[in-house]
């Protein structure tokens, strides 16, 4: 093992200089290999004392600790496929004798193959976005980084929302924690967090001084409860990544799990599905990894279980199936994106995609129509891709054409690509081997207006709102 005192003794100039020579080369972060979910404190993690995670006890010993992550992790695995636990530290609980029985949560989720995330809490005394005791919180790396440095499932976040410094203050913040530990931690197994409240990456994903580690991303619903379009959500969020999505994992998001909503519903108005469906698709379409907020917190709305049983028997019961499904499909293109029948309402005309009459023909091609939630109108898409109406009818590219001007038909669906789609989280809607786009021609609002495909341009006449 290479301590932080062997690196010490190789001198402060070597350290500041950036990575030591000899020291192996950095692989290419790699964001899709982190699904998982954080376990955390009933106490949000914020803590002037020991952070416990629900479910352990300050009383636990090693071996005790070492038991029931056992079985909490397994829990996360079996039903979710996670393959990452992303967990609190902070200086009290690293540097007192809690750490002793701590370390068995590292090493059961690590032990089941499982990558664990370590992130420093500030104390709520201080909650100002900023290192508490600098002091005590290099005491606390020092400690964990001798422990874990050479464990390669292991990667560390120096903090959690430094929202307190100013952009340039936190990249120098971050660029000194890799002087200190870079030589012990390669840069791929270290989470800079975005600015603010982790919420946006650009400033610390421009900064070259940091290039080379992961970056940690929060974005949630509650700031913009008036937003209702996942198109908004979707543009949100991308807004926060910027070109960095290749770095970036979403170390934060989470919504409403034990209020009964259907994650693969209609969003009828309802802010926290918009938002939970566009960020999901998003993270499908950018290729990232993320981190569910919590996968376990006692008392916490948004937590995806409820743990059962005592001691050292432990399991865990899904709070809300629909949010498990939707983080599937985030993470390999599973579970089920949005399967609830409901309507395509065009962005720029306001009304609906529609077929005409109501009729049942194949071959009937495809038009605008005011919303009126008729049958001809709910268009259910399917695990596979498909957009039914009826049951057993689906939106057919005519011909399997791909040229612009192709129209769009009603047939029985059969399982060809030319009756796939993607709903993406701009609002477009493609089909799966196509480059276009589902389009109203000559950017018409009017109803009756025909629906047929043309080149992608962004245009209000190519977004559409599953209501």
């Not at 500041?16 to 290419?28: N, S």
């Not at 170390?251 to 519903?265: S, W």
């Not at 948004?302 to 059962?308: M, N, P, R």
Request: glycine share 12%; with cysteine.
């Amino acid at each position: 093992m290479l301590t932080l005192a062997a690196v010490g003794s190789l001198g402060l100039t070597a350290l500041q200089a950036g990575p030591l020579a000899g020291e192996a080369a950095a692989a290419a972060p790699d964001t899709t290999k982190f699904q998982g979910v954080n376990w955390a404190d009933p106490r949000d993690n914020y803590a002037s004392d020991e952070v416990v995670p629900t479910g352990l006890a300050l009383t636990d010993d090693y071996l005790a600790t070492y038991q029931k992550s056992t079985a909490v992790v397994a829990e996360f695995q079996r039903k979710f496929g996670t393959n990452t636990v992303r967990l609190p530290i902070n200086p009290a609980t690293v540097n007192g004798p809690w750490w002793d029985s701590y370390r068995g949560a590292i090493d059961a989720a690590t032990g089941r193959g499982v990558k664990v995330l370590l992130g420093y809490w500030e104390s709520p005394e201080h909650k100002d976005g900023r290192i508490d005791d600098k002091a005590a919180y290099d005491t606390m790396w020092r400690t964990v980084v001798d422990q874990y440095g050479d464990t390669g499932a292991v990667s560390f976040e120096p903090m959690n929302e430094p929202y307190g410094y100013t952009a340039a203050q936190w990249a120098d913040t971050a660029a000194n924690w890799l002087d200190t530990y870079g030589a012990v931690v390669p840069r791929e197994r270290v989470f800079v967090g975005g600015v603010g409240y982790s919420e946006d990456v650009k400033p610390v994903c421009a900064d070259q001084r940091l290039a080379g580690t992961h970056l940690s991303l929060h974005h949630y619903g509650f700031w913009h409860q008036n937003w209702t379009d996942p198109a908004t959500w979707a543009a949100d969020l991308r807004s926060k990544i910027g070109d960095c999505a290749s770095r970036t994992v979403l170390t934060e998001f989470g919504v409403g799990a034990t209020g009964g909503l259907d994650y693969n519903g209609a969003v009828n108005g309802e802010w926290q599905i918009a938002a939970f469906q566009a960020q999901t698709d998003t993270l499908r379409e950018l290729g990232m990894g993320s981190v569910y907020w919590p996968g376990l917190r006692a008392g916490d709305g948004y937590s995806l279980t409820e743990l059962q049983g005592t001691g050292t028997d432990l399991t865990l019961r899904t709070t809300n199936q629909s949010v498990a499904d939707r983080l599937a499909w985030a993470w390999w293109g599973t579970g089920r994106p949005a399967t609830t029948a409901g309507v395509l309402r065009g962005v720029g005309s306001g009304i609906c995609l529609d077929v005409p009459g109501a009729v049942r023909e194949p071959g009937t091609k495809m038009i605008l129509w005011y919303c009126n939630g008729g049958p001809n109108q709910q268009w259910t898409y399917t695990a596979q891709k498909e957009l039914r109406v009826y049951g057993d009818m689906c939106l057919d590219v005519d011909h399997g054409g791909t040229v612009g001007n192709t129209p769009l038909i009603l047939w029985p669906c059969n399982g060809g690509t030319n009756q796939k789609w993607n709903l993406n989280a701009g609002g477009s809607v493609t089909p799966v081997d196509s480059p276009l786009c589902l389009d109203v021609g000559g950017r018409a609002t009017a109803a009756g207006s025909a629906v047929g495909l043309w080149y992608c341009n962004g245009e209000p006449n190519q977004r559409w709102q599953r209501l």
